[in-house]
C-alpha cells in the first residue's frame, strides 16, 4: 500500500534553512505529481507547493514562493522541501501527499506530516 | 487567486443526523474540488474528488454535489467516527486553496 515517511523536521531559528523529505514507497513514485500541505498549531490546513512526475513544473503558494524549493529524486522514491530564510509564521506540521495522477491535481494520498518549529 | 469560503465554520449534530457543509469558490472551477476529513492529530483523508466521486473505500453516507461555484458535502446519517473536521479543496488552473474548515461536534 502506498506510504509516505516524512523527515527533517525539527527546531529552527528565524532566518535559517530546514530541508525536508519525504519518503515514498508501495508505489512508483516516478508516475506521480506531489504535493507539500502545512497546517500550523490549531489553524487550517494550507496548500505549499507542488511538483509534477518527472520535476519540471513545479508551483508555490505566494506566501513561500522564493524561499522554499520544492524537488523530488525519482530513482531515490524521495522528494524534498528546501526551506530558506525561515519565518515564524512557516511553523506548521508539514505533510507531504501523493496526487492521483502525473501532473498536479489532488492530493489522494498522506503522510503523518513532520514538526516545523521557528523560535529564536 | 481562487478564494472559497466553507461555511458553516462549526456544527453539533447528533448520530443519525443529516449533515451539510457548502464551499463557495470565488471564480468558476468546474468540478475541480475534493473533501478531506480530519481528525485530531492525524493526516487529512480524501473523501471525495472531483466535486462528487467518492474516494474508495469511504462510507456511501458521504457524498458531494456541485459545480462552477457552489459545492456541498453531505454525510446521509452522521456516525460516531464521522466528528472530524471537513476541508474542502479547490485545484483549478494550477492553483490549490484550502476552505477554513468545518468543525463538526456532537450534539
Known amino acids: 500500500q502506498v506510504q509516505l515517511v516524512e523527515s527533517g523536521g525539527g527546531v529552527v531559528q528565524p532566518g535559517r534553512s530546514l530541508r525536508l523529505a519525504c519518503a515514498a514507497a508501495?508505489?512508483?513514485?516516478?508516475?506521480?505529481?506531489m504535493h507539500w500541505v502545512r497546517q500550523a498549531p490549531g489553524k487550517g490546513l494550507q496548500w505549499v507547493a507542488a511538483i509534477s512526475n518527472d520535476g519540471r513544473n513545479k508551483y508555490y503558494a505566494d506566501s513561500v514562493k522564493g524561499r522554499f524549493t520544492i524537488s523530488r529524486d525519482n530513482s531515490g522514491n524521495t522528494l524534498y522541501l528546501q526551506m530558506n530564510s525561515l519565518r515564524p509564521e512557516d511553523a506548521a506540521v508539514y505533510y507531504c501527499a501523493r496526487d492521483s495522477m502525473w501532473i498536479p491535481s489532488s492530493p489522494e494520498f498522506w503522510g503523518q506530516g513532520t514538526l516545523v518549529t521557528v523560535s529564536s | 487567486d481562487i478564494q472559497m469560503t466553507q461555511s458553516p465554520s462549526s456544527l453539533s449534530a447528533s448520530v443519525g443526523d443529516r449533515v451539510m457543509i457548502t464551499c463557495r469558490a470565488s471564480e468558476g472551477i468546474r468540478n475541480d474540488l475534493d473533501w478531506f476529513q480530519q481528525k485530531p492529530g492525524k493526516a487529512p483523508k480524501r473523501l471525495i474528488y472531483?466535486?462528487?466521486s467518492l474516494q474508495s473505500g469511504v462510507p456511501s453516507r458521504f457524498s458531494g454535489s456541485g459545480s462552477g461555484t457552489e459545492f456541498t458535502l453531505t454525510i446521509s446519517s452522521l456516525q460516531p467516527e464521522d466528528f472530524a473536521t471537513y476541508y474542502c479543496l479547490q485545484h483549478h488552473s494550477n492553483s490549490w486553496t484550502f476552505g477554513h474548515g468545518t468543525k463538526v461536534e456532537i450534539k
Open positions: 508501495g508505489f512508483t513514485l516516478r508516475g506521480y505529481a
Open positions: 472531483s466535486a462528487s
